[in-house]
């Protein structure tokens, strides 16, 4: 965890209901002690970000996990809008969509994504992955305190 050994708050949006529960049992899975909260398509992303209706409580995420491909609100956009709001783009933004196309991995790192996971398929390496990204990003570099 960081160094103030507090769980971090992630953030992740995703549309695909599978998808979600499998994120969940990878933290589960792997002991991750942070606090995920999820929104289902872009414009719940948003509602989350600016804490807006439901959301009006809403901590600060220390990490978002973005899928690409949502309704309402496209991940592309939310990413765009995420990077160019000087109270929000502080904010590390991991892609993890099923897309390995060039163009989404070069559009997402020309939009300032911190990383691009395109999402296995199989399970446990789905799991590899989201422990992977915890490691890294909770437990190698530092994320400012929010």
Known sequence: ????????????????????????????????????????????????????????????????LLDLNLPKYDGRQLLEKIKSDPDLNHIPVVVLTTSAAEEDILRSYKLHANAYVTKPVDLDQFMNAVRQIDEFFVQVVRLPQG
């Open 1 to 64: 965890m960081t160094s103030a050994a507090r769980p971090i708050d992630v953030l992740l949006v995703e549309d695909d209901p599978g998808d979600e529960l499998i994120t969940r049992e990878a933290f589960e899975h792997n002991k991750i002690k942070n606090n995920l909260h999820v929104a289902h398509d872009g414009e719940e992303g948003l509602d989350f970000l600016y804490r807006r209706g439901p959301y009006a409580d809403a901590p600060t995420p220390d990490l978002i």
